[in-house]
């Protein structure tokens, strides 16, 4: 009789989602607001984020990511008209202010909000999302960006926004005082609340941070107790080199965008290997791409759905949005002009990657852009029943090496919805996807390694215990 095999079967790798959105019209499939089972109108209702969040935990999603700018997208034709005529992110209000309505009707669901380092000081900052953190019983992470819109740096003051390498420099020192305050300045047990002495604090175990750099200096206390996760996760959706450094040495999650396989599979690659090379494991981030899925209960059903929604997209609207990303007027090209290899100071990557798309055989032209992006934005699209999308969800992970997807949706709250409906049973069935939520943190849940940052993470150098004497 032949010897059995004691080698244990690989188990299958986990599919993550993030339910991708903000606060505004339509998001990132301009005109679609227009569509009558769309309900982002309701943006303005906390009714409509409290339900949104429910939705998204019963089909355990890792957490809803809220996107936002400062400022209008004016590069499409010189001005603002276009966005404005056609909702393209404008109207638009703060993503900070829904969490705490969200956290209070779930119990597991993160929440992944998008604030800038360009143009609030970090020391109230850090006190908001210790606050968030808090509240959310440690389910809060933030979304660095550096911005990219010249109208946001035009009302804050300024002729422009910095270059872009520069952008980067200036948010590592705006972490740098951050990592201080949120790890560095209270002890864990500083807050001791003795009712016999009157003590509510030691002072002995709550430290000055002393920070004095280039662009800010901060040198006293972080004014809120250390919260849940101390350091919320930290996001980060940069994959332009400068971006893929910062992200190597701060990012817990990253999103990226890519409109390709094989575009995608060099990003996860380059970022991975970023990981490595600043001295954490090469999985030690959760990697995202951004995904549109448009589903139904048949492939036929999909189609048709898919057919009424494209009735509906705006491809002005959506090269508006285009114009903004990479910091070009498309206006100024013909609309069977190739997007290539063109200066950005906006979001580098957008232009990189259709280049890189470019070079293994899928040209885009101006054209193809306003139609690829009307619904969704910057990743692709994938229509079909459920099981049609689980296989397709699956070969993107086998073949790219990515943790998960930034679903954006075509409308609001319906492409979540079937997603939920239509999708996620499949992949339960399949043992690609967790039945229920883990307990613990976001960074928990993430991650499975502690509520708190990993020791061989940048902010962990700022603990107490990494600076004060033994």
């Known amino acids: 009789m032949a010897a059995m095999s004691t080698t244990a079967a690989t ?66 034709g010189g001005s603002n008209e276009a966005a404005i005529r056609h909702g393209a992110q404008v109207p638009v209000n703060d993503p900070i202010l829904l969490v705490s309505a969200m956290a209070a009707v779930t119990e597991h ?52 926004q910095r270059e872009h390498d520069d952008r980067y420099d200036h948010a590592d020192e705006y972490l740098e005082v951050l990592y201080k305050l949120w790890e560095g300045s209270w002890e864990d047990d500083a807050v001791v609340r003795d009712r016999a002495s009157g003590v509510y ?38 994959a332009s080199p400068r971006g893929v450094a910062f992200a190597a040495g701060n990012a817990e999650a990253i999103f990226v965008a890519a409109p390709t396989k094989e575009v995608l599979r060099a990003t996860v690659t380059r970022i991975r290997d ?16 951004l995904l549109t899925i448009i589903t139904d209960a048949t492939a036929d059903a999909a189609q048709a759905k898919y057919r009424d929604y494209l009735s509906y997209a705006n491809p002005e609207g959506a090269l508006v949005f285009m114009s903004g990303w990479m910091g070009i007027d498309l206006s100024q090209f013909p609309l069977d002009e190739p997007v290539g290899n063109v200066p950005s100071n906006a979001i580098q990557s957008v232009v990189s990657n259709f280049a890189a798309a470019a070079e293994h055989g899928t040209e885009f032209t101006v054209a ?12 692709p699209l994938i229509v079909g029943s ?20 930034n679903l954006a949706y075509a409308v609001t709250p319906g492409t979540f919805a079937d997603v939920v409906e239509h999708v996620i049973p499949v992949l339960r069935d399949r043992g690609l996807y967790p039945d229920g939520y883990e307990e613990g943190t976001l960074r928990q849940k993430l991650h499975g390694r502690g ?10 150098s700022y603990r107490v215990s990494a600076r004060q004497p033994a």
Not at 390 to 397: F, N
């Open 11 to 76: 188990p299958p790798r986990r599919i993550r989602f993030n339910a991708f959105d903000m606060n505004c019209v339509a998001h990132q499939s301009s005109g679609l607001w227009r569509h009558p089972d769309d309900q982002s109108h309701r943006y303005t209702e906390l009714s409509y984020w409290t339900e949104l969040a429910q939705l998204l935990e019963k089909g355990s999603f890792d957490g809803i990511f809220i996107a936002d700018v400062l400022g209008t997208y004016d590069v499409y």
């Open 109 to 160: 669901l993160g929440f992944g909000v998008t604030a800038g380092t360009a143009y609030e000081h970090p020391y109230p900052f850090a006190r908001r999302m210790t606050t968030l953190d808090h509240l959310t019983k440690g389910r809060v992470g933030w979304n660095v960006v550096t911005g990219y819109l010249p109208s946001a740096a035009r009302n804050m003051g300024h002729d422009d």
């Open 201 to 238: 604090t030691d002072p002995a175990k709550v430290h000055d941070i002393r920070h004095e750099g280039t662009h800010f200096t901060v040198p006293g206390i972080h004014i809120s107790e250390p919260s849940p996760q101390r350091t919320p996760v930290i996001y980060q959706a940069g």
């Open 274 to 289: 970023a990981l490595e090379a600043a001295g954490r494991d090469r999985y030690a981030a959760r990697i995202y791409t």
């Open 368 to 379: 193809d852009i306003g139609r690829h992006s009307a619904i969704g934005g910057l990743g």
């Open 386 to 405: 459920g099981a049609e999308i689980a296989d397709e969800l699956e070969q993107w992970v086998a073949e790219t090496d990515v943790d998960g997807f």
């Open 451 to 460: 509520d708190r940052l990993p020791d061989e993470h940048r902010g962990a």
